[in-house]
């Protein structure tokens, strides 16, 4: 009987291992991650997941900055023990090409030693009804070298360069801060919080961030399952 016993406590901790890897394989290699690598490598085959530039949902304040697959989610699990900050919108071009524009009306600055990233102060949150001012951080604007792809107007160190929406800012790229290590071609959005004193806090950690479906009008969060074409959530 003890063989036996020690043969299913055996078994059950396979099984158990088995779950296990399905649900990290689930969650960190599959669902959009598969999608956001078909689409890199098959594009032509996936141009009905695109998101057209300019794109408004109903009411909503922002528009669509650049066209694109929106292949990541706020608060998805690319990574282990990581939750997406924002969104990620892939051109399925190569860096350089698919420009990228103001989602609203604000002031631009780019802090010294910024070769792909942008942030752009909103005053008043356009959903709030108190006071309340907001940013929008945008990153990965420059080639897998560094060489930035950001707009000239908006040269390192400039600060509170007023945009309207639909401004360009510059174009996508595949800049991951590492040079050896390119990420696939997009752009980076994330709405950051305040931190009372007129100034953005560590976009890094989501709980400095904004779920951005409202200001999009698209449920743009992670336990939506949707994979290809993200849509408003008026349709």
Partial sequence: MKKYAWLYIIFVFVALLGWMGVRVYRKYFGGRNSAVMDFILRTDQHQSWVTPVFQRCGTAPFVMPTEGYVGYYYGDSFRPFHRHQGIDIFGGKTAGQTPVYAPYDGFVSREAGWKSSLIMRIPQDPL???????????????????NSLIDPKFETGSMEVPVKQGDL???????????LKPVGVHLHLSIVKDDGNGHYLNELKINNTYDPSPYFGMDLRADNPLVGLARCETE
């Avoid at 709030?128 to 560094?146: N, V």
């Avoid at 996508?172 to 040079?179: F, I, L, N």
């Fill in 169 to 179: 800012l510059g174009y996508q790229g595949d800049y991951s801060g590492v040079p």
């Fill in 128 to 146: 709030s009804d108190q006071p309340k001012q907001i940013w929008i951080y945008m990153t990965h604007m420059a080639d897998a070298q560094g």
